[in-house]
């Protein structure tokens, strides 16, 4: 079975303090693995896929990076905007569907 | 936004009603997804649909049912609703072919009083 872990829980920084998340997956085989931004109360955004150990994405001040165990979501000199909880999935090859298994997330606020 | 338009946004219901919750793709894509999201379980995949036909099933209660219509919109069927059914419904999209990113609507609230 499919499995996400998502560390830590609660992150608090404050603006311009970098930090990183982490997720750690177990898959039978990997497709691809997701980073999703979610705000209160809305859905949840894309925001990367990462498809082989060794890749990187970057957007604005954050950049995922994949290893075959775990990735990592660096935020880069954060602002309060970046305020918010970021879920990881991971969707495996094989079979007919293509459903994400979700990590719990890391609720990351940033404050002035 | 993300294309995927999702009603209503909020359902308040008692136990042992039936609620009808329905997703509209973005345009083109053919892939509807349906999850499910409770504080203390994070998201978690109920169904899959893929031009009319259900492609993969997840934890989904027998309760539960949904339908993909030829206008590719979707609907969760929830019956004889308790009170931990209370949660936000997602429904995603994708399009066919090599990129499975999934688009998420903004979710409907339903609680079960």
């Known amino acids: 079975e499919d499995q996400v872990t998502q560390s830590p829980e609660a992150l608090r920084l404050q603006e311009g303090e970098s930090s990183s998340l982490n997720c750690s997956y177990t898959?039978?085989?990997?497709?691809?693995l997701f980073w999703y931004r979610q705000d209160p109360g809305k859905g949840p955004e894309f925001l990367f896929t990462l498809y082989s150990a060794g890749e990187e994405k970057e957007k604005e001040r954050l950049k995922a990076t994949l290893t075959k165990k775990e990735s990592f979501l660096h935020i880069t000199a954060p602002k309060p905007e970046d305020s918010a909880t970021y879920l990881c999935a991971v969707q495996a090859f094989g079979g007919t569907a293509s459903k994400l298994t979700f990590g719990t997330g890391t609720r990351l606020q940033v404050t002035l | 936004d993300s294309g995927v338009t999702q009603t209503p946004k909020h359902l308040i219901t008692a136990t042992g009603q039936r609620v009808t919750l329905r997703c509209s793709p973005r345009s083109g894509d053919l892939s509807v997804y349906w999850y499910q999201q409770s504080l203390d379980q994070g998201l978690q995949f109920l169904i899959q649909y893929y031009n009319g036909e259900e492609r993969a099933k997840g934890n989904i209660l027998e309760r539960f049912s949904a339908q993909q219509f030829p206008d590719l919109h979707s609907e969760l069927n929830l019956s004889s609703l308790e009170l931990g059914d209370s949660a936000l419904y997602f429904c995603a999209s994708s399009a066919a072919g090599t990129s499975p990113v999934q688009y998420f609507g903004a979710g409907t609230r339903l609680s079960v009083l």
């Open positions: 898959v039978s085989g990997l497709r691809g």
